[in-house]
């Protein structure tokens, strides 16, 4: 099992468009679900959703549905959040973590990405 | 929206035991295991406990953490000066088919 690398830090304005990433350094990437975390600054954290690369199953956070969208290549080991339209209330550090699930209710996020800054203003 | 419940800030003296609370529902704690993550200064949060009560290699035993009911709580003894960091629960939630975090407490050592 690998590290996850994510993407650079961005500074978009409001209504632009943004795809981030998330590689996983290891071979493994397909059997195990990722997730993505916000964190506003100064704030706590907020599960965004996860998906399982090996069929692109994803379940999103109700909070997040309709708003972001995550996707993944497997075959470069890569996931992916991405925005269609931004806002200003979207700036904040964005972490991807591997999602270790057990059985549903029995779950957690090991290892995390080291995050991508989003800054979106006008 | 469901949420876990956390004190905002915690303290202690070097080597003293500080505990922190976490407090949810039926759907979330109360029906699932719980994890905590540390997050240090400018750093991302990575894996303290987790299923309850169960340490990762790398996390020293001073960290502990349990489960009653609704309600979960992460123990430190023997606070050291790096524990300064601000610490997160986290349960899945029935009803939201999608993971809860707490309100996150920042933990400072005097």
């Known amino acids: 099992e690998g590290q996850l690398v994510q993407s650079g830090a961005e500074v978009k304005k409001p209504g632009e468009s943004l795809k981030i990433s998330c590689k996983d350094s290891?071979?493994?990437?397909?059997?195990?679900?990722i997730g993505w975390v916000r964190q506003r600054p100064g704030k706590g954290l907020e599960w965004i959703g996860i998906i399982f690369p090996h069929d692109s199953e994803v379940k999103y956070s109700p909070s997040f549905q309709g708003r972001v969208t995550i996707s993944a290549d497997k075959s470069i080991s890569t996931a992916y959040l991405q925005w269609s339209s931004l806002k200003a209330s979207d700036t904040a550090m964005y972490y991807c973590a591997r999602f270790r699930l057990i059985y549903w209710g029995v779950n957690w996020f090991d290892p995390w990405g080291q995050g991508t800054l989003v800054t979106v203003s006008s | 929206q469901s949420v876990l419940t956390q004190p905002p800030s915690a303290s202690g003296t070097p080597g003293q035991r500080v505990t922190i609370s976490c407090s949810g529902s039926t759907s979330n704690i109360g029906s699932n295991s719980v994890n905590w993550y540390q997050q240090l200064p400018g750093s991302a949060p990575q894996l303290l406990i987790y299923s309850n009560d169960q340490r990762p290699s790398g996390v020293p035993d001073r960290f502990s953490g349990s489960k009653s009911g609704t309600s979960a709580s992460l123990a430190i003894s023997g606070l050291q000066s790096e524990d300064e960091a601000d610490y997160y629960c986290?349960?899945?939630?029935?009803?939201?088919?999608?993971?809860?975090f707490g309100t996150g407490t920042k933990v400072t050592v005097l």
């Open positions: 290891g071979d493994s990437f397909s059997n195990y679900w």
């Open positions: 986290a349960a899945w939630d029935d009803s939201l088919n999608g993971d809860l």
